[in-house]
């Protein structure tokens, strides 16, 4: 008898499972990010410095942007992380 995949948890994938990688657990917490074109780049940013997440998990979310940016050979876009995260470790209040 199989497993059932658990509805709830710790967002790992279950032993058997069919599933690939991760879960999300919850979808609607989640900070879509753009970057085809350095206009969605530059958007993406903006969205990432006024959501309400922490200051490590805002330079997450730019760092994917950038490690991505990156080896799709999208320079202009990897600048634009570069210079949202800079802009958002210059503001943190410590």
Do not use: C, W
């Amino acid at each position: 008898m199989k497993k059932r995949d658990p509805l709830v948890g710790t967002g790992k994938k279950p032993k058997g499972s069919d599933r690939r990688l991760y879960t999300d657990e919850n979808p609607k917490d989640t900070v879509r990010i753009k970057f085809a074109t350095p206009a969605d780049a530059r958007a993406t940013a903006a969205k990432v410095k006024k959501v309400s997440k922490p200051f490590a998990r805002k330079i997450q979310i730019l760092t994917v942007m950038e490690q991505r940016a990156k080896v799709m050979g999208k320079t202009e876009v990897v600048n634009i992380a570069r210079k949202a995260k800079e802009s958002i470790r210059k503001t943190r209040k410590v």
